[in-house]
């Protein structure tokens, strides 16, 4: 691991115990978990389907997809996070492959999945597109990539993961480093996916107070990009 890994590490160690604070995160309140849980089943293949959590965090949204019945295999640099997140599956008495490494380069060898998710990660990442293009070739045919994102709000003083991601989370961190630091929009991120995929749909998700505990002002959304089956499908795309 990179000096500047392992400090980003540190830093989301460190972060790992009140992360589910944040009613997004932990998924504590029911309406919160139930809205997480409608919006997945929204955007997955039937079960069983082989799902690869990038970022996977605590695991709650992991947690959701294995009581869905789906498997699972969760992703994060923070050993913190990964613990908390087979603890929380454990006590749930669920299952899910939960490993240790850069969500950037998933530790999976050359297994294949049906599904990669990630959800507010691709601000962290120094090369999102490159990132992008790998994550579409864990994909088998017919896969899909499903990316829940946002652009934060900027403002000083507003605090929370919107203030925070506008500067540095850790020296040399900065937007010089992360092209996407404060996130990005869903027609700038659409226009990344567009190319790697057979069909594009984007929806807005602001509008879904439940979601994120309570109402927002930022701009929230998800991109489901579907890989072409064999025979190729004619490519459309959506806005």
Request: proline share 6%.
């Amino acid at each position: 691991m990179s000096g500047q890994s392992a400090a980003i590490a540190d830093f989301w160690n460190a972060a790992a115990s009140s992360f589910d604070e944040e009613p997004d995160h932990g998924l504590r309140a029911d309406s919160t978990r139930g809205a997480w849980a409608d919006l997945l089943r929204s955007c997955m293949p039937a079960p069983p389907a082989e799902v690869l959590d990038v970022g996977c965090g605590t695991g709650s949204l992991s947690l959701l997809l294995a009581q869905a019945g789906h498997r699972v295999t969760g992703v994060d640099l923070s050993s913190e996070m990964i613990e908390k997140a087979r603890a929380k599956l454990a006590a749930a008495r669920a299952e899910a492959r939960l490993l240790v490494g850069d969500a950037a380069r998933p530790p999976t060898g050359g297994r294949l999945f049906d599904v990669v998710l990630c959800r507010h990660l691709v601000w962290t990442l120094p090369d999102p597109e490159a990132t992008l293009r790998r994550w579409v070739g864990l994909l088998r045919e017919g896969g899909r990539l499903v990316l829940v994102e946002g652009q934060w709000r900027r403002e000083a003083g507003e605090g929370g993961e919107a203030g925070e991601s506008a500067r540095p989370y850790v020296a040399g961190a900065g937007a010089d480093a992360l092209p996407w630091l404060g996130g990005i929009s869903a027609a700038d991120l659409a226009a990344c996916v567009r190319p790697l995929v057979a069909d594009l749909r984007v929806e807005s998700l602001s509008g879904i107070p439940e979601l994120w505990g309570g109402p927002v002002a930022d701009e929230r959304y998800i991109v489901i990009g579907e890989i072409a089956s064999a025979p190729m499908r004619s490519r459309t795309a959506r806005w």
